[in-house]
């Protein structure tokens, strides 16, 4: 147990965003555009710093012990992307009229609010990866999606954005009651909120009823972030009302911090306590029937959509299903007996989301970087399939990215996405999961379809003759970011390997199996003491 | 080093394609092709003959050290033969799309020349990893060629043949990671050669082999095709361009046949000696039902396709037979078929560039107009038939044999070997050999000979091709048909080189299939008294 002065020496990366937070919300405001503009800049600046700063820290510190280097050092990396990609989704028209001689008001400026909230829930998003705590925990969670509602929000002018905003706000509320009902319920069950303790006490078999309620409460709630079935239903309309970029952002970052909390949360109870070992039986039916009805409804429902925002948000859906697949099989034995990586579910499930972020942003780049004049004179993103018809003739770069990471996304060897995938299959078979694993494959060949579709679109088919002619967005950052991400999933064909070894070790859970009687018994002593201090 | 060299050559030279203006498209390819099949020669000669049994040429170049996952290529002499068939029909694929190709000629070459790496890589790869990425990969070029430069129907032949394979492979891959998964299991390494893993996996208990069969069965069977999973192939093989057409025939066909020979023989055996007679059964019946579905059709290229699923079907006849006969027949056959048909889709396509027709009715009497084409043409419909003194009729005669003389049943006849195959089996392969020779003969019967029939709208002069073939054409031809011959009239060294490394894999099965004899004979006299008294009981009531 470590005392809070320790805690707040992991945080560092966490403080580094806060900081760049309140710079980016004073510059923000600023009347000269230079100031302005230094918004995103400063925030990419503190994204580095704090990427470099996690993985100075090894300090071992929850039931994941040693999950926060790499996570942090993802989140900034992807973040960092995300960023680049974000690049003129707010203040677009308003800045028009600065440069056409008009004033500055501060006041319908969103440019501060919305860099200072991205930064914000990358800060919450960080934070999950060393909660300890119920009630960190559950603070962090909230501090990742709070900001993300109002993103969405004002990410577009339109009435959707406020529209889909609202929506993400209601439902992410109820999934955030579920949840914290849970919690509760895991505090009566054990009389802790400190997830090591809870953790000691599983593993000397005190597993009652509440407590199990409380546990299985708390991954339904929590699937909200991670968009599993049935937390879904917002998905798709979300990711369509809010600007491009920011449905990249609400792709990776609410996924990622739900994955964190339900890693955490799971490996509480450990992957040893069913019949045959594995998760206790409740929890893993749980568990296995979410990912199954996940993967295949978020498949299914993909394969009917036109829009490429709706196409993506399904898919995401089904991608959380697959990467649950790695929770359910867990680490798996550590030692000699071990398959090293290949068996590691958790490994698997932290390469994925690294795999993921990169090869999802891309295609969601993509539509960020394209627009077409709307019905009524203004500019829309090209967000339909049809649009992108002839996308090699008009903008070969982008088709050749959204090419590699639609590819990437179907798990089509060897990109990214299949060395993604190969693990996810290995430690399920290890786990004996093999029906989860021919679902899971079989998933893999609905989704070959509609990514199939996007591809064809783009670089087989002719460009529509009565087509509205598509125009980049005068950004080059999102250019830059799409350009990026497709060259990291090929570079990564070929370096993936110390990321995967990273994914490993943070896949660690802490090892209760040794612990003597007394050990735990000191332990318990030691809870008080820290949290008094 | 020279293996690995064969499958980034290509590559190279299509990223060159790509990077290059569209005036220069058809040089490099040309090069691009030309280049390897110089390689494979090198190959041939530093490739060590006195033990054909042995993999050659070995390199292993550590790729994703925490997977196992390793560039770990060599060959044996089975896989260097299929190696040389592609890179044979590489050149041949380039020179055959310079006047049927006319639009977006960069995309058209750089994928072909990134198939030709992909299908390289499979043949060559002793990373199972390895293997599946270049097997799973040949589908992209593939799926671009149908559907870009393909006819009428081609959007929808790519997806159903992108579809239809890639949903098969991925139940296969399912079947190779529990193999993986195993071999980790019984020795505590986690390993990918395919080596190791094809000793370890033979340790299996039968109930877990099936299983692994079946779900590598799902996947090379749609490949093959195997019926019922053949029909996405008359499909994507009439729409596909000429070169397409080819290249599916001539090699990606084979990738199904030789992970049926690789994986399946060598990773599951007791699972294969106790269902080879299921498979046997699918075998035969697409011979016969694809031969009676040749008979039929109009189209010519059609009947050249269903012929493939029929002529495959042989193919995996002869390598459940479990003989050396049957299997060195079956790798043969793949060979055979792979120059033969190919050469098929080649005379076909060099007919629809004249007259915009594949249709037999429109087209009849070509030999009065195109004498050499009909020469050629004539040829190579033998050779498919199977005439004795050209390629197929070794293969064929080497796949039926082997059939007739796997039976236990026949113990008592001279040259038997173990096996559940048999005379009556080898009968119906037998018929379907008199339906091909049906219907390939009336199909030359009706375009070739008799009157002489034009679509009738044709006008020579519109073409830029003149009426008979033209110089590169017939060199396109020749070699193939050179191939076709010596194969047929001399195939004694071919054979006796894949003979050793078929053999070892023979042994293995006689062994399995004498023990299995073995066995039966014993418990049969055990289980008589027992298996005959429930009998009793159910019949009194």
Not at chain 1, 206 to 233: R, Y
Not at chain 1, 395 to 404: Q, S
Not at chain 2, 403 to 425: C, E, I, K, R, Y
């Amino acid at each position: 147990m470590i005392s809070i002065a320790d805690k707040i020496a992991t945080m560092w990366p966490e403080i580094t965003l806060f900081i760049g937070t309140c710079i980016v919300m004073v510059l923000g405001l600023s009347s000269k555009l230079v100031m302005r503009k230094a918004c995103s800049p400063v925030a990419g600046l503190s994204l580095i710093i704090a990427g470099l700063l996690a993985l100075q820290n090894d300090d071992a510190v929850g039931v994941m012990p040693y999950l926060m280097p790499y996570a942090k050092a993802l989140i900034a990396g992807v973040g960092l992307l995300l960023l680049m990609l974000l690049a003129g989704t707010v203040d677009r028209d308003q800045e028009m009229r600065i440069a056409g001689g008009a004033a500055f008001n501060p006041l319908s400026s969103t440019r501060a609010e919305f860099y200072a909230f991205f930064l914000f829930s990358l800060t919450g998003l960080m934070l999950c990866t060393g909660a300890e705590d119920l009630i960190w925990l559950f603070l962090a969670l909230e501090l990742t999606s709070l900001p993300t509602y109002i993103m969405v929000t004002i990410s577009t002018s339109r009435s959707r954005g406020q529209e889909a905003g609202i929506k993400y706000f209601f439902l992410g509320a109820l999934g955030a009651a579920i949840f914290l009902y849970g919690f509760a319920l895991l505090y009566g069950g054990t009389g802790t909120t400190n997830l090591v303790e809870m953790q000691t006490q599983f593993a000397q078999g005190q597993i009652n009823t509440i407590a199990m309620l409380g546990l299985i409460l708390s991954v339904i709630g929590v699937s909200f972030k991670i968009a599993a079935v049935p937390m879904h239903f917002y998905t798709a309309d979300v990711y369509q009302g809010a600007a491009a970029p920011v449905s990249a952002f609400l792709a990776f970052v609410p996924k990622a911090a739900g994955f964190f909390a339900i890693m955490l949360l799971v490996s509480t109870v450990g992957w040893n306590q069913g019949v045959a070992g594995g998760l206790p039986e409740p929890l893993h039916a749980t568990l296995w029937m979410m990912a199954v009805a996940t993967m295949t409804l978020g498949n299914v429902l993909a394969l009917l959509q036109h829009s490429v925002k709706r196409m993506l948000a399904y898919s995401s859906i089904a991608h959380s299903g697959y990467m649950l697949v790695g929770v359910i099989a867990g680490p798996g034995e550590t030692g000699s007996g071990s398959l090293g990586f290949v068996g590691n579910g958790l490994a698997a499930v932290l390469f994925y989301l690294f795999s993921y972020g990169v090869m999802n942003l891309g295609v969601f780049a993509v539509v960020a970087c394209l627009e077409k004049t709307g019905d009524s004179g203004e500019r829309v993103e090209a967000e339909q399939v049809g649009d992108l018809q002839g996308l090699i003739r008009t903008k070969p770069l982008l088709a050749v990215v959204l090419t590699i990471c639609a590819f990437s996304l179907l798990g089509l060897p060897p990109m990214l996405g299949f060395f993604g995938k190969l693990p996810l299959f290995t430690s399920g078979i290890r786990a004996g999961e093999i029906p989860l694993v021919v679902i899971l494959g079989l998933n893999s060949a609905i989704a070959a379809f509609y990514y199939l579709r996007l591809v064809k679109a783009a670089i087989i088919d002719e460009p529509a003759p009565n087509a509205e002619p598509l125009v980049s967005t005068p950004f080059g950052a999102r250019t830059l970011a799409a350009g990026l991400s497709a060259a990291g999933v090929v570079v990564f064909i070929v370096l993936a390997g110390p990321v995967m070894r990273s994914s490993e070790r943070a896949a660690v859970v802490r090892d209760v199996s040794a612990l003597e009687v007394h050990d735990l018994a000191d332990g318990q002593n030691a809870v008080p003491v820290a949290v008094n201090d | 080093m020279i293996l690995l060299g064969l499958i980034l050559v290509p590559i190279v030279f299509a990223l060159c394609v790509w990077a290059l203006p569209e005036s220069r498209a058809k040089v490099v390819a040309v090069i691009g092709s030309l280049v390897p099949l110089a390689m494979g020669v090198i190959a041939v000669v530093q490739f060590n003959w006195d033990m054909p049994e042995q993999f050659w040429l070995g390199k292993t170049i550590t790729w994703l050290e925490p997977m196992g996952l390793e560039l770990s290529v060599g060959v044996d002499s089975v896989s260097l033969f299929l190696i040389l068939l592609t890179l044979l029909l590489g050149p041949i694929c380039v020179l055959c799309s310079f006047t049927a190709i006319e639009h977006r000629l960069k995309t058209y070459y750089g994928w072909l020349l990134v198939l030709q790496g992909a299908m390289v890589g499979v043949f060559a790869a002793r990373d199972l990893v390895f293997f599946y990425t270049c097997f799973e990969f040949t589908l992209v070029p593939m799926y671009v060629l149908i559907n870009i430069y393909g006819s009428t129907n081609r959007k929808k032949a790519a997806t159903k043949f992108f579809l239809y394979t890639f949903t098969g492979s991925v139940i296969a891959l399912a079947g190779l990671v529990y193999v993986v998964w195993f071999s980790a299991k019984e020795t505590g390494l986690w390993s990918l050669d395919i080596g190791v893993l094809a000793t370890t996996a033979r340790g299996m208990p039968l109930g877990q082999q099936t299983l692994v069969m079946t779900a590598l069965l799902l996947g090379f069977a749609v490949k093959v095709p195997l019926f019922p999973f053949h029909t996405w192939l008359p499909l994507a093989h009439t729409e596909a361009p000429t070169a397409g057409s080819v290249i599916l025939a001539g090699v990606l066909l084979k990738l199904g046949t030789y992970g049926i020979y690789r994986f399946v023989l060598g990773f599951t055996p007791l699972a294969v000696v106790e269902h080879a007679g299921v498979i046997a059964v699918l075998a035969i019946v697409g011979i016969l039902y694809a031969g009676l579905i040749c008979w039929v059709q109009t189209d010519v290229k059609k009947l050249v396709a269903y012929s493939s699923v029929s002529h495959l079907g042989f193919c995996v006849l002869g390598l459940v037979a479990l003989n050396a006969a049957g299997i060195n027949g079956a790798v043969l056959y793949m060979i055979n078929h792979g120059l033969s048909t190919g050469a098929l889709f080649l005379l076909i396509g060099m007919v629809y560039e004249r007259y915009h027709t594949r249709s037999m009715k429109e087209l009849g009497g070509l030999a009065s107009k195109m004498p050499i084409w009909a020469t050629f043409m004539v040829f190579f419909v033998m050779a498919s038939v199977g005439l004795p003194g050209l390629n197929g009729f070794v293969s064929e005669f080497l796949t039926i044999l082997g059939t007739f003389q796997a039976s236990n049943a026949w113990s008592g006849l001279p040259g038997s070997t173990p096996g559940v195959l048999g005379p009556w089996f080898a009968a119906f392969a037998g018929v379907g050999m008199i339906i091909a020779a049906m219907y390939l003969l009336i199909m030359v019967g009706k375009v070739v000979f008799g009157p002489l029939v034009e679509p009738a709208n044709h006008d020579d002069a519109h073409s830029k091709l003149p009426v008979d073939l033209n110089a590169r054409e017939i060199g396109i031809l020749l070699p193939l048909a050179g191939a076709c011959l010596w194969l047929g009239v001399y195939p004694a060294p071919v054979l006796r080189t894949l003979e050793a490394p078929v053999q070892v894999t023979v042994d293995r099965f006689q062994m399995i299939l004498a023990q299995k004899q073995a066995d039966e004979g014993e418990s049969v006299r055990v289980s008589v008294v027992p298996a005959s008294a429930p009998e009793e009981e159910g019949e009194t009531p």
